[in-house]
């Protein structure tokens, strides 16, 4: 989850919504690679998922990243509930997901350098604490009540607002882990085409990266439990909208669809303000309940557009939003999936080609049949697997074609970030179904031992 935005001055005319968005458009040669991923904490000695506060709890982990690693804290109401450093940082999920939101940097080996070297870091303060970390798409065997709420006004509200819209929304926040990776774009044209594309082959890399077939201490069914947990969930900020793929998208018809999404707050002298289910609309004329007579800054309606889940968005850039948390050696796959795809004007053109004659009711069966069968599923006569083996092919050629070296030079190109995901398109064993095979054999279903085989 986002921290509060710290952008720009009031909002005066409505086409300021819509410049803000333009404001992300950056030349080719400025484009940025940021990559978020988040993993589930546990108390070595119980395999319990950890506390805000005590010796071995969230908070003596962001202590210990404070002072043995140089990060800046940041607290909310006296609470020490995040960390910055440059342009990352490290955030809490409201049931104490560890985040950490790397900067934008220009390679992606320079972003995998920056996931190892936090993960490096969190080893080294959760061994001294006792804890453990695991790379999960969602947690596989703690209650919901086991669950701890980290101290964040924004966690408080959006709790109470989740039990009332679609019945999985409190699952999604304490209970689930994802990979994301934010990219540029170059002008709306430009925007319209990488979402399209991302947007429709959300499904892929639900599949690619499924690994979370375990839910309440027992197999549910499907490779990505993460996955159906979002299609049954808010459906007014979530989703695979079919309006991006309608013509004359572009900057101005997001902005419609924002503003149609109910407010969940306004953050204002350090603290969140009830403003739930309110309207953008009527703050921009002055009349929001939870604030009459006032009208917004450009940071509330940056605040606003992290508020909003589908799997693929915009704020200043690009969101991939549909791969499950995962293992260590699996992280820098899934920007490489999209920096592939995405950044190379050959692969993304290719991509679209592959995905163009798609229509929303396709779209949306890949999207339910890759969160059940993985890459096994299938959408009419649309195989999810076909899908992964032909933009896998692209990413790889997009790659190439950026040509960006590794290691002085040694390392010729990015593609071998990719080669995790090479391995699970020849085998078609996903995650999901190795951990569902050892579940079922060497395991013989005791699912604790998930916890000392997958942490790190």
């Given at each position: 989850m986002s921290i509060p935005q710290q952008t720009g001055g009031p909002i005066e005319c409505r086409d300021q919504l819509a410049e803000f968005l333009e404001s992300g458009c950056k030349p080719k040669k400025d484009w940025k690679i940021g990559t978020e991923h988040e993993k589930f904490g546990f108390a070595s000695n119980t395999l319990k998922p950890l506390p805000y506060g005590g010796p071995c709890s969230i908070r003596s982990m962001l202590e210990g990243l404070r002072d043995?690693?140089?990060?800046t804290p940041v607290f909310e109401s006296g609470n020490l509930i995040g960390l910055s450093k440059g342009s990352a940082n490290v955030s809490l999920e409201p049931g104490g997901q560890l985040e950490l939101s790397g900067a934008p940097l220009r390679s992606l080996h320079e972003t995998c350098d920056e996931v190892n070297q936090h993960l490096v870091e969190v080893q080294t303060i959760a061994s001294r604490i006792g804890a453990k970390f695991i790379g999960l798409g969602a947690s596989p065997d703690w209650a919901h009540?086991?669950?701890?709420?980290m101290p964040k006004g924004r966690y408080k509200l959006m709790t109470r607002y989740m039990g009332k819209v679609g019945r999985l929304g409190t699952q999604m926040m304490y209970r689930t882990c994802a990979v994301q990776v934010n990219l540029d774009y170059e002008s709306e044209l430009d925007m319209v085409k990488k979402l399209r594309v991302g947007i429709a082959l959300q499904p892929v890399a639900t599949a690619l990266f499924a690994n979370s077939p375990f839910f309440d201490g027992r197999p549910v069914g499907f490779k990505s439990w993460r996955s159906r947990i979002w299609q049954d969930l808010d459906p007014d900020r979530t989703g695979m909208l079919p309006f991006v793929f309608n013509e004359g998208f572009g900057f101005e018809a997001w902005v419609d669809y924002a503003l149609d999404v109910p407010m969940y707050f306004v953050y204002r002298d350090g603290r969140y303000i009830d403003a739930l289910g309110q309207s953008f609309k009527d703050f921009l004329d002055g009349r929001l309940p939870?604030?009459?007579?006032?009208?917004?800054?450009?940071?509330?309606?940056?605040?606003h557009l992290t508020t909003i889940f589908p799997e693929a968005r915009i704020k200043t850039f690009i969101e991939m939003r549909g791969a499950d948390g995962g293992p260590w050696r699996r992280l820098c796959a899934l920007p490489a999936f999209w920096v592939g795809l995405l950044y190379d004007e050959n692969s993304l053109d290719a991509a679209w080609d592959l995905v163009k004659g798609l229509d929303a009711e396709s779209r949306e069966g890949l999207r339910m049949a890759a969160a059940k069968d993985g890459l096994d599923g299938a959408s009419g006569k649309i195989c999810i697997r076909d899908l992964a083996v032909?933009?896998?092919?692209?990413?790889?050629?997009?790659?190439k074609g950026?040509?960006?070296e590794g290691a002085n030079g040694l390392i010729p190109d990015e593609t071998h970030f990719l080669d995790p995901m090479q391995e699970i398109v020849e085998t078609g064993v996903t995650a999901s179904d190795d951990l569902l095979r050892k579940f079922r054999g060497e395991w013989k279903g005791d699912l604790a031992?998930?916890?000392d085989e997958y942490s790190y």
């Open positions: 043995e690693f140089g990060w009540d086991q669950m701890p709420m939870a604030l009459p007579g006032e009208t917004p800054l450009l940071s509330d309606w940056a605040d032909n933009s896998l092919g692209l990413a790889v050629a997009g790659l950026r040509g960006m031992k998930i916890y």
